[in-house]
């Protein structure tokens, strides 16, 4: 089991850029596939980007493919959502998830079992 603690969310101006780091605790981080959901107010929540145990395969949902950049450093036992250009629709609770072993990538939610209790993102116009 790991733990997931999010952090780097806050208000901006469409536009603007935020990076998102989540901060895993427990044992063998580097052998989890990592990823990012988002929900926004009303919406179902959906698949932003993952990547799996040794940072070589990303998977990113369409929508966000060009403007975020998912990336780890296990050594730090930490993921990061680099988020350039973002837009009022970006606005949103973004979760961090994991799941073990680490290899293979999908894009549902049920897939991860790990979830942290996500950091907010809000995009002004």
């Known amino acids: 089991q790991v733990q997931l603690v999010e952090s780097g969310g806050g208000l901006v101006q469409a536009g603007d850029s935020l990076r998102l780091s989540c901060a895993a605790s427990g044992r063998n981080f580097d052998a989890y596939v990592m990823g990012w959901f988002r929900q926004a107010p009303g919406k179902e929540r959906e698949f932003v980007a993952a990547?799996?145990?040794?940072?070589?395969?990303?998977v990113y949902a369409d929508s966000m493919k060009g403007r975020f950049t998912i990336s780890r450093d296990n050594a730090k036992n930490s993921v990061y959502l680099q988020m350039n250009g973002l837009k009022p629709e970006d606005t949103a609770l973004y979760y961090c998830?994991?799941?073990?072993?680490?290899?293979?990538?999908?894009?549902?939610?049920?897939?991860?079992?790990?979830w942290g209790q996500g950091t907010r993102v809000t995009v002004s116009p």
């Open positions: 998830v994991a799941r073990f072993p680490g290899h293979e990538i999908r894009n549902g939610s049920n897939f991860y079992p790990n």
């Open positions: 990547i799996n145990w040794n940072g070589d395969n990303t």
